[in-house]
Nanobody
């Protein structure tokens, strides 16, 4: 079955860095655009970054541009989110998403990122 398993979250001080990983299985990973979303308490889930199936094109939310980098390894069925210069407002549960169409749209269970001193 389809699985997306995030890891790498945790507690970090403002200005610090974290690297999130998402291990994918159960579908043809190399054909799916992949994204990272986040949801903070009391807020709606929002798109953080996306990457095309071949990894050529990326897009970022304005709030993270220049600080976060999305990447993927199609040989290993992995997608990553490198997060630098973290701020308290980056605190959220981060979710990995694989979406080929409205029907083929998969989510991970999420990983908590807390930015606090």
């Amino acid at each position: 079955q389809v699985q997306l398993v995030e890891s790498g979250g945790g507690l970090v001080q403002p200005g610090g860095s974290l690297r999130l990983s998402c291990a994918a299985s159960g579908f043809t990973f190399r054909t799916y655009p992949m994204s990272w979303y986040r949801q903070a308490p009391g807020k709606e889930r929002e798109l953080v970054a996306g990457i095309s199936s071949a990894g050529i094109n990326t897009n970022y939310a304005d709030a993270v541009k220049g600080r976060f980098t999305i990447s993927r390894d199609n040989a290993e069925n992995m997608v990553y989110l490198q997060m630098n210069s973290l701020r308290p407002e980056d605190t959220a549960v981060y979710y990995c998403n694989a979406k080929y169409s409205m029907l083929y749209n998969y989510w991970g269970q999420g990983t908590q990122v807390t930015v606090s001193s």
